[in-house]
């Protein structure tokens, strides 16, 4: 399943499928991009990140894909666990604002088992 | 193991009390940050550190302050002034200069009764 991000929706997936989370980024001068995960009461977990100089990274079960041309970014999880439910943050970076991350609103992954 | 301590989990407040949520880093991160989660929101920015004795105001200022009188600590006081403070507080670290996400601590729940 695929969801839009900056509007905490709900994506809500079977066990074993593949989700794709999306983040439409606010600014063209950003060059880092990072993945967050927020378990129900806990602090966000860094999952990933990447360069605007790339264009996909891979890690364990996960890939970010980033379009600089239309400002988007993209979270797949391979074989979603129920482990996986959580809200993801996508989050953003530039060298004029001192390195703050600028933060997308959410969205709420549900694994159905 | 290295990483960044929030006190209390859980605090309660009466309305017109301060209340000091404390942050404590041994990461040797130089930037600390302090932001709050409303139900079903995203994160917003209090206040953020750079370097010690040094400290700027994020979006979300009014009501807050805090010091950083030691480089691991980064103490946040929620006063009389913020008109509504219940929610989930969460402190994060990072080095600064290049492109580094945040480490962040389990968060503070704070409720006023």
């Known amino acids: 399943g695929e969801s839009v991000g900056l509007h905490l929706p709900t994506l809500s997936v079977q066990e074993g499928d593949n989700s794709i989370i999306n983040c439409a980024y606010s600014?063209?001068?950003?060059?880092?991009f990072i993945w967050y995960k927020q378990e129900s009461g806990k602090g966000p977990q860094f999952i990933i990140d990447?360069?605007?100089n790339m264009d996909k990274r891979q890690g364990q079960r996960v890939t970010v894909l980033l379009n600089k041309t239309v400002k988007h970014l993209s979270l797949q999880i391979a074989a979603t666990q129920p482990g996986d439910s959580a809200v993801y943050f996508c989050?953003?970076?530039?060298?004029?604002?001192?390195?703050?991350?600028?933060w997308g609103l959410g969205t709420s992954l549900a694994v159905n088992p | 193991d290295g990483g960044i301590t929030q006190s209390p989990k859980y605090l309660f407040r009466k309305e017109g009390q301060n209340v000091t949520l404390s942050c404590e880093q041994n990461?040797?991160?130089?930037?600390m940050y302090w932001y709050r989660q409303d139900p079903g929101q995203g994160l917003r920015l209090i206040y953020y550190?750079?370097?010690?004795?040094?400290?700027q105001k994020g979006d979300i200022a009014e009501g807050y302050s805090v010091s950083r009188e030691k480089k691991e600590s980064f103490p946040l006081t929620v006063t009389s002034a913020q008109k509504n403070p219940t929610a989930f507080y969460l402190c994060?670290?990072?080095?600064?200069?290049?492109?580094?996400?945040?480490?962040f601590g389990s968060g503070t729940r704070l409720t006023v009764v």
């Open positions: 990447i360069r605007s």
């Open positions: 989050a953003e970076t530039y060298a004029g604002n001192n390195r703050k991350l600028i």
């Open positions: 600014n063209s001068a950003s060059d880092y």
């Open positions: 990461l040797n991160h130089d930037a």
């Open positions: 994060a670290s990072s080095p600064t200069g290049a492109n580094y996400g945040y480490t």
């Open positions: 550190s750079q370097i010690v004795n040094d400290f």
